[in-house]
Structures are given as C-alpha cells and as structure tokens.
C-alpha cells in the first residue's frame, strides 16, 4: 500500500479482511477502498477514485485510533487531501500512507 501497489494491495488486503471481524475488519475494509480509489485514479477514473475515498472516510470515521498499529487520524487527514484536491483540480498531495501509531508513552 505504501508503496503505491495499490492494485496488489487491494488483492491482499481483501484476503485478510475475509477472515477478520470487529473493527479491524472495518479499518481493513477503508484500506480496501482507499486503495481502490488510488487505482481507479491511475486509470484515469477520477469520479470512481472520489467516491471510494469518499466511503473509505465513512469507514475511518468510526475506526479507534491507532488500530491494527495504523495511526488513523493522519490516513483520514491524507486521505481529506486527496479529495480536496480531485474536488478542486488542485495539484494532488503524495498518496495517502498507512503510517505507523506512536507507541505509548511509558
């Protein structure tokens, strides 16, 4: 994902969120789609890549942060650039990363 193989990622990812449950399965889902986005938008389907990341935003909004290790505030806030941004026409933002939460602090 992070290094922009969305389409791979997407195949992978959907094979793990087949056998997850509760709100990982959920924070899997918006990867999912996030990553579907990103591929649609390479192909040149920007009303796709708009809707998808749209959804993904749905799915992210209820997500606990950090979960499954992701910090989930910083792909929301990527991913409310990217859509700025295709909304706009602005100059697009690097891709959306999947970044590792912060340990806590001890």
Same mark, same amino acid.
């Given at each position: ?9 997407? #195949? ?5 969120? +087949? ?16 990553? /579907? ?8 389907? /920007?009303?796709?890549? %708009? %809707? ?15 979960? #499954?290790?992701?910090? /989930?505030?910083?792909? +929301?806030?990527? /991913? ?9 026409? %602005? ?10 939460? %912060?340990?806590?602090?001890?």
């Amino acid at each position: 994902f992070n290094q922009g193989y969305f389409y791979d990622a997407h #195949e992978v990812l959907e094979d793990v969120w +087949r056998e997850t449950a509760g709100p990982p399965k959920n924070f899997l889902q918006a990867l999912i789609q996030i990553a /579907v986005a990103l591929h649609h938008h390479g192909a040149g389907n /920007v009303v796709g890549a %708009s %809707s998808l990341l749209a959804k993904a935003q749905t799915r992210l909004a209820v997500c606990p942060d950090p979960c #499954e290790g992701i910090c /989930v505030a910083a792909l +929301r806030e990527n /991913v409310q650039h990217w859509q700025h941004a295709l909304a706009s026409g %602005s100059p697009l933002p690097p891709f959306p990363q999947a970044q590792p939460s %912060s340990p806590p602090k001890l």
